[in-house]
């Protein structure tokens, strides 16, 4: 396969080798198991001496050719297709930690990550603490002798925060510890934390990536060797990625720059008309001029995504009352969809966190999050106008 160098080209001319019958779009192999030429053959494959498929739990072209895709936009290694987001997130870590390990994670992450440090975890011994991502000062500090891994969503979901990968990577090096970066939210597209020494990156391939709320999938990317113990975990319990999704994903790809291009033109453009809004406390976006790390945004990635947060005034009421007077967008459990959703975190992915964990990370009663979709941005400004004259 050829080296290419720009990420478009990448993302479309990366793709399996065609069969025999010389097709230009790769087929879906749904497939459960795949033969051997004679039993020597089937003997090295599981021994691990010969590259080759066996049995779509363990790997299939369509996924392979998504990761390798992945693989190639990141700048890793290896990497592993997953059935969901928190299966790539629960294996990425859970195959690498065992009893008496310590996490040392961001506080802002998602509500089911969440829930993986305080309630799945502690079962089996592996501790967490959670660090501002706001203060650098902090993080050190609270690394333990018994720390293994620093676990970071930049931006961070939903209060849109950012922290310095270069510092974080320079940190996680210093310590000897698995640095391991969600890159949901910005896709390998607007950044790729492996360049400033993540060793693991992770995506719920279900949002951006697929870009059209169709399919659940997640990815862990990273390097050979840890990539390598995490194949064996999932190997060996099965959260493995359907073959027509894998097709699905790799083909989503194709259009990933661009589609991204236009939720970023497009969510800038509602933060800064939003800016100043008398019904509005605050509007959060990554490249607008007062978010507190423009500058730091700018800086690792190419765009500031699509995803707006803003707090409405008028508290928790206020906040559900203006997502029940949208007309246009969807009030769905989802991101990263060709179609604009909006979400009131405080009252839905967000909920289990207590009011005081929510205070922490700056999900305050009001907050909506706004995943910009690939509508006319006038009529996405419309809507949100309107809900939030009908909701005072």
Known sequence: MPEYKHFETKAIRNQSERSGYNEHSVPVYMTSSFTFEDAEQARALFADELDGNIYTRF??????????KLCAMEGTEDGIATASGMAAMFSSMAALLKNGDHILASRSVFGSTHQLFTQVFPKWGIEHTYADINNQDEWEDKIKPNTKMIFVETPSNPGLDIIDLEWLGLLAKRHNLILNVDNCFATPYLQ????????????SATKFIDGQGRTIAG???????????????????GPSLSPFNGWLLSKSLETLAVRMD????????????????????????PFLGSHPQSQLAKKQM???????????TGGFDRGR???NSLKMMSLTANLGDSRTIATHPASTTHSKLTDEERAEVGILPGLVR???????VNDILEDIENALRASK
């Open 321 to 323: 009352k203006f997502l």
């Open 302 to 312: 190419k765009l500031g995504g699509g995803l707006v947060s803003f707090v409405v």
């Open 262 to 285: 236009r939720h970023c033109d497009s969510a800038i453009r509602i933060a800064e008309y939003l800016e100043g809004h008398d019904e509005l406390e605050l509007v959060k976006y």
């Open 370 to 376: 706004i995943s910009v979709g690939l509508e006319n």
């Open 192 to 203: 790729q934390p492996a360049k400033y020494g993540a060793h693991l990156v992770t995506h």
């Open 59 to 68: 790997s299939n072209p369509n996924n392979t050719e998504f990761i390798n």
């Open 219 to 237: 990815a862990i990317l990273g390097t050979k060797e840890l990539i390598d113990e995490i194949r064996f975990f999932t190997r060996h319990t």
